[in-house]
C-alpha cells in the first residue's frame, strides 16, 4: 500500500471540509506512507481549515453559482475554464492513484478531469438529496459514499455503499459528563439547557428568533448556550448580555462541549450538523436553510422527522414559532426521550474508516 498518492477534493463549508479531515486521517491510520493532498477553492475556509489539519492544500480560482444575485454569476464561465487548467497542472504533477470528492465546488472540475483521464474517481454525498454535479460525477465514479438509503434515484445502484457521513474525532469519541460541560459554560446543572448553533457564519432566522424571546428562556426555567456566528454577531451578543441565563459567543471552538451540555438543541439541517446531533443522541429542532441547493437541508431534516427523531421549523416560521416549539418539547419529557432514543439509532461514529478502508481496497485491487 506505501506510496499511493491520493486527491481530497472540495470543502466551501464545514460540512465537507470536517469530513473530508477525518478521510485524510482515516486513511493515514490504515497507511502511514500515504501522500495525501487537497484541493479547493482560494478564499474558502478550506484554505485554512486543512493546513492547521496537517496537510497541503492547491487552491483553485473558482466560485459557485449565487443565487441571490446572477449578476456575480458573470465571470463564472472564465473562472471555471480557469480552473479546469490549474487542476490538469496539478493532477499531471501529483500523478495521484485516486482522487475523492467530497462536495462544494471545487471537487466538480478535479473529478471530472480525473475521469477523463481513468483515475479512480470516489464520491462523498453527505446530503440526503444529491447535488447536480455529484450525479454527473456519479456515472462515471468508481464507489460513491453516501449518508442514507434510497441514494438509488440519484447514482447507480451498483456503485453505492451507505456508510454514513464521518464525525469530527472530538464529537465521535465525546466522553464529558454534562456537568463537566456546564461548569465549562458557567451554567446551572438543574436547568434545562439548549444549545442553539446555525454555523459559522450563523443563522438569521435562529438568531432573530431567539433575539425576539429571550426573556422566555428565564421565564421557563431555560438556560441557552447561543453560537451566533459572525454576521452581526455584535448585535446579537449585546442582547445577550444582560441576562445570566444565556451564554452567547460567535463561535464556540469546542462544539463537544456545547453537545455535552445541551438538553435539546436547535440547528441549522446541514449534512454534518444532522450526523454530529445523530452521535450525540440529542433531542433536536432543525430549521433548514431554504436556500441550501436543492432544498437538501429541509430533505435531510425530514429524513430524521419522518423517523420520528427529531422537530422541524420553517425558516418563514421562525420568528413566531420556533421558540414556543422549544418551550413545548422542554416541558415534554417522555417526547425529549423518543426523540432521544430514535436519533441515536442513526448513529453511525466509524464511517470514516469505512470509507478509508473502502478506497484503498479498490485502489490495491
Known amino acids: 500500500m506505501s506510496g499511493k498518492k491520493i486527491i481530497i477534493a472540495g470543502g466551501g463549508t464545514g460540512g465537507h471540509i470536517f469530513p473530508a479531515i477525518a478521510i485524510a486521517n482515516a486513511l493515514r491510520a490504515i497507511d502511514s506512507d500515504i501522500e495525501i493532498l487537497f484541493i479547493g477553492a482560494k478564499g474558502k475556509m478550506e484554505m485554512e481549515k486543512v493546513p492547521q489539519a496537517g496537510y497541503q492544500i492547491e487552491g483553485l480560482d473558482i466560485a459557485g453559482f449565487d443565487r441571490q444575485s446572477l ?3 458573470i465571470s463564472l464561465p472564465c473562472k471555471l475554464i480557469k480552473s479546469f487548467f490549474q487542476v490538469k497542472r496539478i493532477i499531471h504533477d501529483y500523478a495521484p492513484d485516486a482522487v475523492i470528492g467530497v462536495g462544494g465546488y471545487s471537487s466538480y472540475p478535479v473529478l471530472r478531469y480525473a475521469q477523463s483521464q481513468n483515475i479512480p474517481s470516489f464520491i462523498h454525498e ?7 454535479s455529484n450525479i454527473m460525477l456519479g ?4 464507489k460513491i459514499f453516501v449518508a442514507t438509503d434510497g441514494m438509488e434515484k440519484f447514482f447507480p445502484a451498483e456503485k453505492l455503499m451507505v456508510t454514513g457521513n464521518p464525525v469530527r474525532k472530538a464529537i465521535a469519541d465525546m466522553n464529558i459528563s454534562r456537568k463537566q460541560a456546564l461548569d465549562f459554560f458557567g451554567l446551572d446543572e438543574n436547568k434545562i439547557t439548549v444549545l ?22 428565564a421565564n421557563n426555567n431555560l438556560q441557552l448556550i447561543w453560537q451566533t456566528g459572525k454576521t452581526t454577531a455584535s448585535e446579537y451578543l449585546e442582547k445577550a448580555a444582560g441576562h445570566s441565563n444565556i451564554k452567547a459567543s460567535e463561535f464556540i471552538k469546542e462544539m463537544e462541549m456545547g453537545y455535552a451540555a445541551a438538553d435539546i438543541v436547535i440547528s441549522r439541517a446541514g449534512a454534518m450538523a444532522v450526523t454530529e446531533l445523530c452521535v450525540a443522541g440529542k433531542p433536536s429542532v432543525f430549521v433548514p436553510y431554504p436556500l441550501a441547493a436543492e432544498d437538501h437541508q429541509t430533505s435531510n431534516a425530514m429524513n430524521l422527522v419522518n423517523k ?6 420553517k425558516d418563514s416560521e421562525a420568528r413566531d414559532k420556533l421558540v414556543a416549539v422549544l418551550v413545548g418539547l422542554s416541558k415534554d419529557q417522555a417526547q425529549q426521550e423518543m426523540l432521544r432514543q430514535n436519533i ?11 470509507i478509508a478502508r473502502e478506497i484503498l481496497k479498490q485502489i490495491n485491487a
Open 71 to 73: 449578476l456575480n454569476n
Open 126 to 132: 453527505s446530503n440526503s438529496f444529491a447535488g447536480k
Open 139 to 142: 456515472k462515471h465514479a468508481t
Open 196 to 217: 442553539a448553533v446555525g454555523g459559522s457564519l450563523g443563522a438569521r432566522s435562529i438568531n432573530e428568533a431567539l433575539a425576539a424571546h429571550l426573556q422566555e428562556f
Open 308 to 313: 420520528q427523531a427529531a422537530l422541524i421549523v
Open 344 to 354: 441515536k439509532h442513526l448513529a453511525v461514529s466509524n464511517a470514516d474508516q469505512t
